[in-house]
């Protein structure tokens, strides 16, 4: 059974019990509510809690545990000395994922597998034209484990289901059977929402350790096939699939850096400026409409943006900037990524800043004006070093939104890999890269396509960076304005 109509029987069940537990309720007290403790919605809502909640807690904590059982199964039948000379069993066990999603996949599309599994040379070529793309051949063991795998998958998931709809079951059988006129279903409806909305809120710790974890572990991967030294120190760039390549990453960093500072050196001062003006000297009506005028930048997509680098943005700087002044000839540079990616981050600065700025309490600039300061002067030094701390966060915001572009750097600044101070050079950034190692047709395995995580895990960490210095200096202001 699909996890989808697994998902919509248990709703279905949880419906149930909501209208069961509502009428047995009534029922008990011969339609007179008030000699109920709770109203009736709440013997409904608690039952439905009780048959829903732990059953998809289940298939929860079933879906993340399952993969450790089964890919143990699998991967034991595979002997240490059938793992090829630089490869991890972890690295091998990602083959045998692969050669298993593809035979799923074939299986779905009413291909039988049983010539395909004696013949391996028919069984990579299926697969590639599947969409699996395999350099060579998988070997006897890689297709007895990827078997095993789906085996034990497909057998998980009939425990799992089955699990699911026995727990759902008890959950409904046992919130029934303490339906009773002095049972307080509110308050265990109120108790059980609240550990419920203890658990959502854990989702995006939970979500974020995961993400962390998976780039861990296979830039682990990646540093056992390529040395640390030289992806840290390296100043050069060249990725060869099949040996040879040079994985430098301050390239990617400096072009990186290089594109999101003339982005917020364009975006802050512009989204600051109309941020002040909107809060403090336009009128209503004024404000009524050059608000959302500005608010629509952020809902154009990237590769509009892309595209207004490529045709106009780019020409315009290499005909009256680049090529007069004999700083290059393309069209594509750091420069022209920057101004478009700015403009697109400038309603992170000025929505955020705007809000920030009308927080600041009324009465900080009545008393600056009552001592004499004009309207300016407040700003500057009253409402401005007020709401310091909430224009750190947007700026940090546009910040992180210039670093994880990718559209607008690829059409509009390129993608070569070099360091230079020269604006109107072509660059390429850390997020360009991630894409272009982990599409096409290479072997997941290679160094060259797990630098790709490597890549992922740096900018996380230069983001929390900056996160980390945001929050120094947010607190140093607050201490001074509390």
Known sequence: MSLGLLSLILLALALAGY??????????????????????????????????????????????????????????????????????????????????????????????LGPLLVDNTRLKTALNEA????????????????????????SSRLMMTAGALLIAALGLGFAISRIKPEYRARNA??????????????????????????????????????????????????PKFGGGSSLGIWPLVWGTLYVSAIALVVAVPIGLMSAIYLAEYASKRTRSWV?????????????????????????????YFAAPLGL??????????????????????????????????????????????TPSETIRQVVLPAALPGVVGAVLLAASRAIGETMIVVMGAGAAAKLSLNPFEAMTTVTVKIVSQLTGDTEFASPETLVAFALGLTLFTLTLALNIIALVIVRKYREQYE
């Open 328 to 373: 290059g000839n393309s069209s594509s540079s750091v420069m022209t990524a920057g101004l478009v990616m700015g403009i697109m981050v400038i309603p992170f600065v000025s929505s955020l800043s705007d809000d920030i700025i009308n927080a600041v309490p009324q009465s900080l600039r009545d008393g600056s004006l009552g001592l004499g300061a």
């Open 189 to 238: 409806t109120e108790r059980f929402s609240l550990w419920l909305l203890i658990g959502c809120s854990l989702i995006a710790v939970l979500t974020t350790a995961g993400i962390v974890l998976s780039l861990l572990f296979e830039t682990v991967h990646f540093f056992r096939l390529y040395p640390a030294k030289d992806f840290f120190f390296s100043t050069v760039w060249n």
């Open 19 to 112: 209208l069961i537990g509502r009428q047995r309720a009534v029922a008990q007290v011969g339609g007179d509510i008030r000699k109920l403790h709770s109203l009736p919605p709440f013997y409904g809502r608690i039952t439905a809690l009780l048959t829903a909640v732990p059953a998809f807690l289940l298939v929860g904590l079933w879906l993340l545990a399952q993969p450790l059982f089964v890919e143990t199964k699998a991967l034991s039948l595979i002997a240490p000395e059938e793992i090829p000379a630089g490869k991890t069993a972890a690295l091998v066990m990602a083959d045998v994922r692969r050669v298993a999603g593809g035979l799923t996949l074939l299986e779905n599309r009413g291909v039988d």
């Open 291 to 319: 608000k959302p005028a500005i608010e629509i930048l952020a809902g154009i997509p990237t590769i509009v943006y892309g595209l207004f680098a490529l045709i106009t943005v780019g020409p315009l700087l290499r005909d």
């Open 131 to 154: 969409g699996v793309v395999l350099e060579t051949e998988p070997a006897p063991s890689t297709l007895a484990a990827a078997e095993a795998l789906r085996e034990a998958t497909d």
